[in-house]
């Protein structure tokens, strides 16, 4: 019983502390495509941006940590091109749904701090969509397009994970209100293509985000 009441007093003032908030969130994605071109020396594959935008819930333990999740709608874009085709020009739009769980920390004073964000991530590829140029090789004729992608259950892989971080400032401009400004990566760990039989194709998304949000302090 000594150890219960013990244990109690001294999780009493984290307990005081403890504090829920939600918010929501939107900015921009920067979308860095890592793929291996195998003999295709002529291809490019660019950078991209995008939207991003979503839902967080945060439980902090004390004035220092907590933990914070997420659900964010967010563009992994990016941009094909060809060395020896200056009109084929292919322009990806991938949607994803994310789900990040970190830790975070937090420093300074009362109204203006700084945080620091450290987790992973789990994620679903919603759609793709494709538009820009290309040339027919028979009759040179270049023709433009705009469609949507169709998923291939044997070469793309929707499912998605990795880690993510960020950094940001967050000010609280009344008793229950706060905003917040961020930078975060996300890294991803799963290849968006398949594995196939004798044929190795990796392809990786690295994606920047910068986004700004309003939570209010339950």
């Not at 000594?2 to 003032?13: E, H, Q, S, Y």
Request: with cysteine.
């Amino acid at each position: 019983m000594k150890k219960i009441i013990t244990f109690l007093a001294l999780m009493l003032p984290t307990l005081a502390f403890a504090q829920w908030r939600v918010g929501a969130n939107v900015g921009l994605s920067f979308n860095h495509p890592t793929i291996d071109k195998q003999y295709m020396t002529d291809l490019e594959y660019k950078d991209r941006y995008g939207v991003t935008f979503g839902m967080m819930g945060q439980y902090d333990f004390n004035d220092w940590l907590g933990v914070r999740a997420e659900l964010d709608w967010t563009q992994k874009n990016y941009r094909q091109t060809r060395v020896v085709f200056d009109d084929q020009d292919y322009k990806y739009t991938n949607n994803y749904l994310l789900m990040p769980v970190m830790a975070s920390f937090g420093f300074g004073g009362e109204k203006l701090r700084g945080f620091c964000n450290v987790g992973v991530y789990g994620g679903y590829w919603l759609n793709s969509h494709r538009k820009g140029t290309d040339v027919n090789n028979v009759s040179h004729y270049t023709y433009s397009f705009d469609e949507k992608v169709e998923f291939d259950k044997d070469r793309d892989q929707r499912w998605d994970c990795g880690f993510v971080g960020g950094l940001g400032l967050e000010y609280r401009f009344a008793k229950r209100w706060g905003a917040q400004v961020e930078a975060r990566y996300y890294y991803s760990t799963t290849s968006f293509c398949k594995e196939q039989p004798h044929f190795k194709d990796k392809r990786y998304h690295s994606t920047l985000g910068l986004q700004a949000g309003v939570m209010y302090f339950f």
